[in-house]
C-alpha cells in the first residue's frame, strides 16, 4: 500500500480484531501498529476482491456462450436433419467443454 493511502475500515477493524485477539483490549505488549496490520488486511481483501472479479467476469462470459449455445437454430439456415444433428452435437460439446472448464476453474479457487 502506498504511504499516502489509508486502509480501508473492514480492515482497521480486522487488524483491531487480530490485534485484541493476541494481545488484549489494551494491546499491552504490542510492538507493531494498527496500521501496518491493516495495510495487510487491506491488501488480502484487494486480492480477494479481485479474484472475486475474475470469477464473475468468467460466470458472465460462461453464461453468455451457454445462452448463444443454447439458441436454437435459425430453421431457414439448418433445414437437412443430418446437419442439424451435427450442429446440436456440436453445440453440445461445446456446453460439455465450457462446463468441464468452469469445474476446473472453480476447483482451483477452493484450494
Known amino acids: 500500500m502506498s504511504a499516502d493511502a489509508q486502509p480501508d475500515k473492514l480492515a482497521i477493524r480486522t487488524a483491531e ?4 485477539t493476541i494481545y ?3 494491546f499491552a505488549g504490542c510492538t507493531v501498529s494498527l496500521d501496518k496490520i491493516a495495510d495487510i488486511a487491506a491488501e488480502a ?3 480477494d476482491r479481485a479474484q472475486t472479479h475474475e470469477l464473475l467476469d468468467l460466470y458472465e462470459k460462461l453464461v453468455e456462450a451457454l445462452d ?3 439458441t436454437p437454430p435459425d ?3 439448418v433445414s437437412d436433419p443430418s446437419e442439424l444433428r451435427t450442429l446440436l ?3 453440445l460439446d ?3 467443454a465450457l462446463t468441464t ?3 476446473e476453474t472453480t476447483a482451483r479457487v477452493k484450494r
Open 24 to 26: 488484549g483490549d489494551d
Open 17 to 20: 480484531e487480530i490485534l485484541k
Open 101 to 103: 472448464k468452469t469445474k
Open 45 to 47: 481483501l484487494r486480492q
Open 89 to 91: 452435437g456440436e453445440r
Open 68 to 70: 448463444l449455445l443454447s
Open 75 to 77: 430453421p431457414s439456415k
Open 94 to 96: 461445446a456446453i460439455h
